[in-house]
């Protein structure tokens, strides 16, 4: 009856209509691509092993880990400087939820994985790189130390410090560490306010030596990313006994340093502020000044830049997962509420305008994702018995590329999900929005575009001949592809794509010779 309608509305009811919510299910059960790449690239035995803990890590992430991920998220840290008496404290406040997931990480092995030497290099890469990407979306932006943590350990183990140096070997076995109450992480310090693309154009942190390895650090760093880390890589420049440092990117060494002492007080650093940012709001980011902070050097002098290179080389990779996993991420949610929001009487998913732009995601996604596991594979040959030459020129080749494609995709698709979800998806309290902030910080940190385009031209140039490896490999992939008939087409656009990308690079090559410079076209670059 008519009234009946109308009591819908009386009082504190707000009709009778509510719109289920989309459900996160397991991820790598629910991940069409995860599972087959895992099985095509490992041994049997590993991976029986790899995909029963990622299962497993799966079901943790939907009963457990996604809500300390989104409270990570509502609780964000804040810096108190002083204390009520005007005392210099720099009290950085981080939720119980923010060091659950630092904890869980540990636990988890997401860096001690990587690093396993009883299981083989490839295999171990492959479980590591599988297991952050299920868990990026719902990490409350851990993974961002996460990262860090696996390129410090990378650094001092490239640099042969391991069992070699004290401090080194004490910070890796703790970097490595399953332990959630030992276990340390590492922050990362490179960019000053001059700048953050050009290093060296921008380093104006001076260190002073006490004696051998042990110096003294002043400077500013401009962006210091999990500011609650154990320890921290730096650059800086020596200064002699008149007081003369040497300019440009060889005057920069690479330290290392403890971020407080043993009884919780910061080692010579205070914390002036933190970053209001536009997103990663889960992430304590601060502007430091080094007023004197102990560290140790690290790298041969003026081979700062080279050392930290190995850093970033891996924060890179794992920017790019970060990129993807938010990508798969938002249409798994998307594809859900299609099966549960109804539009002009029917589903979404009965629509098909719909579901083409949600294939649309797919497909950018997938592609994404195995360039992902490519730079996981070539890792993790070129650390196990079985990785060539070729492997490590090609991974130093595939890493800029993925970190600057996906970065740069992962925005405009995120977005694109976002609208799936119609006005929902511009609303804080469903979660989505962070989705998208989040994303908009991939294409920026670890290089912008551009910068890792020109990254992609020193692998280029480097002594490797890393175009013909690279031409090689895609012909080899091409001719795989060939024996499947409705890929004729794709391969015939792939192929004309490899002859402009060989012109365009025979003509800066010819330039780069005479010395004439060269207007490189940015559309088919
Ligand atoms: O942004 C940051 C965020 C931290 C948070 C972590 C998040 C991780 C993801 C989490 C997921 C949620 S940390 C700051 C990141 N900053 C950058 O990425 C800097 C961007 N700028 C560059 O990459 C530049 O290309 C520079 C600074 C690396 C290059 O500067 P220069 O001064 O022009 O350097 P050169 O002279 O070209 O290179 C110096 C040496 C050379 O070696 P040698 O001397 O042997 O010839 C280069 O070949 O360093 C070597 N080199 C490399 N080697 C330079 N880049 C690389 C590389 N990528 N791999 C290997
Ligand atoms: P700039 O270098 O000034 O770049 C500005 C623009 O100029 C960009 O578009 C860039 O592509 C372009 N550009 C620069 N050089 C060239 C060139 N040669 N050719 C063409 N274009 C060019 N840094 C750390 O060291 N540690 C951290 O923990 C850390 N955390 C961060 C957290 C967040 C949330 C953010 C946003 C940044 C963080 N950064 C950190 C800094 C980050 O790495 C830098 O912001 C980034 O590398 C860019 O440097 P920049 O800000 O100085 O920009």
Same mark, same amino acid.
């Not at 790189?129 to 410090?152: E, H, I, N, Q, R």
């Not at 970097?175 to 340390?184: C, E, F, I, M, T």
């Not at 050097?297 to 930290?308: E, L, M, N, Q, W």
């Given at each position: 009856? $008519?009234?009946?309608?109308?009591?819908?509305?009386?009082?504190?009811?707000?009709?009778?209509?509510?719109?289920?919510?989309?459900?996160?299910?397991?991820?790598?059960?629910?991940? !069409?691509?995860?599972?087959?790449?895992?099985?095509?690239?490992? !041994? &049997?035995?590993?991976?029986?092993?790899?995909?029963?803990?990622?299962?497993?890590?799966?079901?943790?992430?939907?009963?457990?880990?996604?809500?300390?991920?989104?409270?990570?998220?509502?609780?964000?840290?804040?810096?108190?400087?002083?204390?009520?008496?005007?005392?210099?404290?720099?009290?950085?406040?981080?939720?119980?939820?923010?060091?659950?997931?630092?904890?869980?990480?540990?636990?988890?092995?997401?860096?001690?994985?990587?690093?396993?030497?009883?299981?083989?290099?490839?295999?171990?890469?492959?479980?590591?790189?599988?297991?952050?990407?299920?868990?990026?979306?719902?990490?409350?932006?851990?993974?961002?130390?996460?990262?860090?943590?696996?390129?410090?350990?990378? #650094?001092?183990?490239?640099?042969?410090?391991?069992?070699?140096?004290?401090?080194?070997?004490?910070?890796?076995?703790?970097?490595?560490?399953?332990?959630?109450?030992?276990?340390?992480?590492?922050?990362?310090?490179? #960019?000053?306010?001059?700048? @953050?693309?050009?290093?060296?154009?921008?380093?104006?942190?001076?260190?002073?030596?006490?004696?051998?390895?042990?110096?003294?650090?002043?400077?500013?760093?401009?962006?210091?990313? %999990?500011?609650?880390?154990?320890?921290?890589?730096?650059?800086?420049?020596?200064?002699?006994?008149?007081?003369?440092?040497?300019?440009?990117?060889?005057?920069?060494?690479?330290?290392?340093?403890?971020?407080?002492?043993?009884?919780?007080?910061?080692?010579?650093?205070?914390?002036?502020?933190?970053?209001?940012?536009?997103?990663?709001?889960?992430?304590?980011?601060?502007?430091?000044?080094?007023?004197?902070?102990?560290?140790?050097?690290?790298?041969?002098?003026?081979?700062?830049?080279?050392?930290?290179?190995?850093?970033?080389?891996?924060?890179?990779?794992?920017?790019?997962?970060?990129?993807?996993?938010?990508? &798969?991420?938002?249409?798994?949610?998307?594809?859900?509420? $299609?099966?549960?929001?109804?539009?002009?009487? &029917?589903?979404?998913?009965?629509?098909?305008?719909?579901? %083409?732009?949600?294939?649309?995601?797919?497909?950018?996604?997938?592609?994404?994702?195995?360039?992902?596991?490519?730079?996981?594979?070539?890792?993790?040959? #070129?650390? $196990?018995?079985?990785?060539?030459?070729?492997?490590?020129?090609?991974?130093?080749?595939? #890493? !800029?590329?993925?970190?600057?494609?996906?970065?740069?995709?992962?925005?405009?698709?995120?977005?694109?999900?976002?609208?799936?979800? @119609?006005?929902?998806?511009?609303?804080?309290?469903?979660?989505?929005?962070?989705?998208?902030?989040?994303?908009?910080?991939?294409?920026?940190?670890?290089?912008?575009?551009?910068?890792?385009?020109?990254?992609?031209? &020193?692998?280029?140039?480097?002594?490797?001949?890393?175009?013909?490896?690279?031409?090689?490999?895609?012909?080899?992939?091409?001719?795989?592809? @060939?024996?499947?008939?409705?890929?004729?087409?794709?391969?015939?656009?792939?192929?004309?794509?490899?002859?402009?990308?060989? $012109?365009?690079?025979?003509?800066?090559?010819?330039?780069?010779?005479?010395?004439?410079?060269?207007?490189?076209?940015?559309?088919?670059?």
């Amino acid at each position: 009856s $008519s009234v009946g309608r109308a009591s819908l509305f009386a009082h504190a009811k707000t009709g009778g209509f509510a719109q289920p919510a989309p459900v996160l299910r397991n991820p790598y059960r629910d991940d !069409p691509l995860l599972d087959r790449i895992l099985k095509r690239l490992l !041994p &049997r035995a590993d991976y029986d092993k790899v995909s029963h803990d990622l299962s497993k890590f799966g079901d943790r992430i939907v009963s457990e880990i996604d809500e300390l991920g989104r409270q990570a998220e509502l609780n964000q840290p804040r810096l108190e400087p002083y204390d009520a008496w005007g005392n210099r404290v720099d009290n950085l406040i981080v939720c119980k939820e923010w060091n659950r997931l630092k904890e869980i990480c540990a636990e988890e092995g997401l860096i001690s994985i990587g690093y396993d030497e009883k299981v083989d290099g490839l295999t171990r890469r492959l479980h590591q790189v599988a297991k952050l990407y299920l868990f990026s979306p719902s990490a409350g932006l851990s993974t961002c130390p996460m990262a860090m943590t696996d390129g410090c350990v990378k #650094t001092l183990k490239t640099l042969g410090l391991y069992d070699n140096h004290r401090f080194s070997t004490e910070t890796v076995n703790r970097l490595v560490s399953r332990d959630g109450k030992k276990a340390w992480t590492s922050g990362q310090w490179m #960019t000053e306010k001059k700048g @953050g693309s050009d290093v060296a154009g921008g380093c104006d942190t001076y260190a002073v030596q006490e004696k051998e390895n042990f110096y003294r650090l002043y400077g500013y760093k401009w962006f210091s990313s %999990a500011i609650d880390a154990d320890v921290a890589l730096t650059l800086a420049r020596v200064v002699d006994k008149q007081g003369n440092a040497a300019e440009g990117t060889r005057g920069l060494s690479l330290f290392l340093l403890r971020i407080k002492d043993d009884n919780g007080h910061l080692n010579g650093i205070q914390m002036i502020k933190l970053k209001n940012k536009l997103g990663t709001k889960q992430l304590p980011t601060a502007e430091l000044l080094l007023d004197g902070a102990q560290a140790e050097i690290v790298s041969d002098p003026g081979r700062g830049v080279a050392g930290i290179a190995n850093m970033l080389n891996i924060t890179r990779i794992h920017n790019s997962i970060a990129s993807v996993a938010g990508m &798969r991420r938002i249409i798994s949610l998307a594809r859900d509420y $299609s099966t549960r929001r109804t539009v002009f009487g &029917r589903l979404q998913a009965d629509w098909p305008l719909h579901t %083409a732009t949600l294939a649309k995601m797919e497909v950018e996604t997938r592609g994404c994702f195995l360039l992902i596991f490519e730079s996981a594979r070539l890792l993790g040959m #070129t650390e $196990s018995k079985q990785g060539t030459s070729e492997d490590s020129a090609l991974l130093r080749l595939v #890493t !800029p590329i993925v970190k600057l494609y996906a970065g740069k995709q992962c925005v405009p698709l995120i977005s694109e999900g976002i609208e799936c979800f @119609g006005g929902q998806g511009y609303i804080e309290d469903t979660g989505l929005p962070s989705i998208l902030r989040d994303a908009q910080v991939t294409p920026i940190w670890e290089g912008t575009t551009n910068v890792l385009s020109l990254d992609v031209l &020193r692998a280029f140039s480097g002594k490797e001949d890393v175009i013909s490896l690279f031409y090689k490999r895609i012909n080899e992939l091409l001719a795989n592809a @060939g024996k499947v008939s409705e890929l004729k087409d794709v391969i015939a656009k792939v192929e004309n794509g490899l002859k402009q990308l060989q $012109s365009q690079l025979g003509k800066a090559t010819q330039a780069a010779k005479s010395g004439s410079g060269v207007h490189v076209d940015a559309e088919k670059q």
